[in-house]
């Protein structure tokens, strides 16, 4: 890989720029998902084991270039006391007498963390002249943001190129895995794919069918291929305008070599809600006044006899709408089963994107995922095959 680690690097009292990623999800003043926050700790806490001084750069929710003080990153301090085990001094900017007073006063094995790097119209969009400010207060840049990775901003694609710059741990986690599951995988490759709209997964779709051996399409956007192929799906949610792309994506993958998996029997119900009446039926013969709103268990058995005969898995969004109960189940069982198998050492199974974590969280089975990817839209982009600003600017620093 292209680019350098913190063990390229001399840190000996020197201060290090760390961009994190700790845009974590915030109720009524407390962090109710600390796992990026977490994730970070072992990148801080090797950088201070190396003599260097952590200053922490991040930028938190999309205040749009202004200060919004309910968009502080303050708010994010005890959680991430909590996870480092030591107190975190704070600085209410990222540039100017704020931030360089604060990096002055930092003793040896302290952490800083910087006001949101949003506060700054320079920040988006990648100013030089803002990162020149950003650049002033470290001596080295290290990028732990893969979860930001796919935005060209200043603290995460601009200041690669002023200082000295190498990989935090947690963004070599995340490109290591990714590079085992669909950069060099172990075949055969099965993908699944789901959520609720195929028109945000085009590309997505795009690059896996001419790179899994099996994609399994569930949720939502299985709907619109259903209703392609002349199948009626009754009040679902589905993009008619769209069959002709869908069957654009079914002609390629068939003469490409990928075998499509979609649902062959749902589960169907009047109402979008908890606990609403419901009933499996084929997926020939959904109610012209029902609604499919998962996959049901014929469909699963075919999914994890899928998962049992390949070597690697990359899982992106849920099978249904596995936001309410009982439309979780399918999403569920599968995710167990690839659990089982990934704990077992007999796949390799690498999932990520916003309601992907969440859905694998629900049914418990996260943890036995061989890996599970802090990222939502960078992971997305980088399953699409685009280059992603942040990474390229490493390789080539
Ligand atoms: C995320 O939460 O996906 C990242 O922190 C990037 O945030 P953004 O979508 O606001 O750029
Ligand atoms: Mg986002």
Redesign the pocket.
Known sequence: MGWKTLDDMDLKGKVVLVRV?I?VPVEAGRVTDATRIERIVPTVKDVLARGGKPVLLA?FD?PKGKVVPEMSLRVVLPALEAALGTKVAFAEDCIGPKAAEAIAALPAGGVLLLENTRFHAGEEKNDPGFAQALAAGGDIYCNDAF??AH?AHASTEGLAHLLPACAGRLMQAELSALEKALGQPERPVVAVVGGAKVSTKLDLLGNLIARVDTLVIGGGMANTFLAAKGINVGKSLCEHDLADTARAIMDKAEAGGCEILLPLDVVVAREFKANAAHETVAVDACPSDAMILDAGPETVVKIVAAFRASKTLVWNGPLGAFEIEPFNEATDDAAREAAALSKGGRLLAVAGGGDTVAALNASGSADDFTYVST????FLEWLEGKTLPGVAALETA
């Open positions: 990623d845009n930028h999309r979860s930001a935005r990222a939502g839209g960078a």
